[in-house]
């Protein structure tokens, strides 16, 4: 063999096909291999037939068949797939070779894979990339983490094969150690639940109270992506409302209304659990994706269970500007909540996390790519310690002069009937976060009632604890104070 490869790639599905290619295209050799050999053959005699691609028969060859320190990618799927295959490679690897896993791999695997090879001498990245198939192919948001001796190795290909903004800038940069890398891609797949529940509540809006065709919100879908709410996913929707099916209807209509998931939105809400962060919104819209698989369920409650008579709306263009208010709004307590949980884990991990660097790596080439990101970027820029991404000025500001459209959208929607979950949730997070007095105070006196759980007093220090005996016959005997 002539030439040995600057990288290997394990796993010919979609994903790994494409960045393959735009490996090779970008002038890097690229070592191949499939658990099924002939998926090999498949891709090096037709798309992969690429000077820079070399297909190999196994595991033996694909490793000599790259340069030192070896650099080799898996995408497979995510779980025991990807530490088989670190089993089948450790025997023919050497100290400092590099095992990269580019799948949608929950962050403590990773945490555990970067421990498990360090001992062994191996470095590990875990990275998230995002974009799909076209990302993949014509440059990706690629957010790496794990043993950050190996970044310098492999960020040339990377950040060469990574999508660009601005003035070529690569929309990829070092996250963090251990699991950082797919924390961070496991929010930006939260944010991307968020972000299309939001539009699909704008879309049953149009659709069920102002009575619109596919076609007008098409429009609407299609001036919006001019603005501020221009993205990657008010792009394709307002294209998807253009498509025709073969008897010239929109396509859309006749799709069915159940929709299915991968897990890591769950992985995202679960985290927020874990670290007591309240990510409502997100939460609601991987609930929203499980109430909309009780079909069955659904559709004969519907005929049992009676709403509200649809309110009509007189001025169509008013209402559809407070929903694009309403639509930003909540957009802005999505990032901000997604912000809160990245600053919790990095906490809990003690990971320096760029929060302006990952919305610059999520500016282009992601599912939830948006000009919205230019601004979440010059808002940790002008202040990198900022608690809340609703205290920036611009973000400030902003939420203060599309409330009123904001709660009038909710407020229609809730009085027709339409459920409006993840906006309805922002909403309500925004007034509860903007309130200096909530009814806490009477929950804790009902907790220490019956559990003796202790509470503290507005007169006092923080941190002084006290138990009242409400009845009169319990004890003084409190419980030990812990938060979960």
Known sequence: MSKLADIGL???????????????????????????????????????????????RSIAAFVSALERPRKIMLMVKAGSPVDEFIELLL????????????????????????????????????????????????????????????WPFVKPIFQAIAAKVGEGIPCCDWVGENGAGHFVKMVHNGIEYGDMQLICEAY??????????????????????EGELGSY??????????????????????ILDTAGQKGTGKWTGTAALDLG?????????????????????????????????????????????????ALYASKIVSYTQGY?????????NK???????????????????????????DAYTLDPQLANLMLDPFFRDNLMHIQTGWRTVISEAVLSGIPVPAMASALTYYDGFRTAKLPANLLQAQRDYF??????????????????????????????????
């Open 277 to 325: 962060v309240p990510l409502t919104l997100i939460g609601e819209a991987v609930f929203a994706r499980c109430l909309s698989s009780q079909k069955e369920e659904r559709v004969e409650a519907s005929k049992i269970l009676a709403g509200p008579a649809r309110r009509r709306m007189d001025n169509r263009k008013s209402f559809l500007a407070r929903l694009k208010d």
């Open 233 to 254: 996913l008010v792009e394709i929707t307002r294209d998807i409302f253009a498509y025709r099916d073969e008897d010239g209807s929109a396509l859309v209509d006749h």
């Open 351 to 377: 990971w320096n996390l760029n929060y302006g660097g990952i919305a610059l790596m999520w500016r282009g080439g992601c599912i939830i790519r948006s000009v919205f990101l230019e601004k979440i970027r």
């Open 10 to 56: 394990i796993g010919l599905a979609v994903m790994g096909e494409n960045l393959v290619l735009n490996m090779a295209g970008k002038g890097f050799t690229v070592a191949v291999y499939n658990r099924s050999i002939d998926k090999v053959d498949h891709f090096v005699h037709g798309r992969g037939n690429h000077n820079n691609i070399i297909g190999t």
């Open 204 to 225: 049953q809006v149009m659709r069920d109270l102002l009575g619109m065709t596919a076609h007008e919100i098409h429009e609407v879908f299609a001036e919006w992506n």
């Open 340 to 348: 809160l949980l990245m600053r919790a884990a990095a906490k809990e």
């Open 91 to 150: 025997p023919f690897l050497e100290k400092g070779d590099i095992i990269i896993d580019g799948g949608n791999s929950h962050f403590p695997d990773s945490n555990r894979r970067t421990a498990y090879l360090e001992s062994k001498g191996i470095l590990f990245i875990g990275t998230g990339v995002s974009g799909g198939e076209e990302g993949a192919l014509r440059g990706p948001s690629i957010m790496p983490g794990g043993s950050p001796a190996a």
């Open 451 to 484: 559990g003796a759980h202790t509470y503290e007093r507005t007169d006092r220090p923080r941190g002084e604890f006290f138990h009242t005996n409400w009845t009169g016959h319990g004890g003084d005997t409190a419980s030990t104070t812990y938060n979960v």
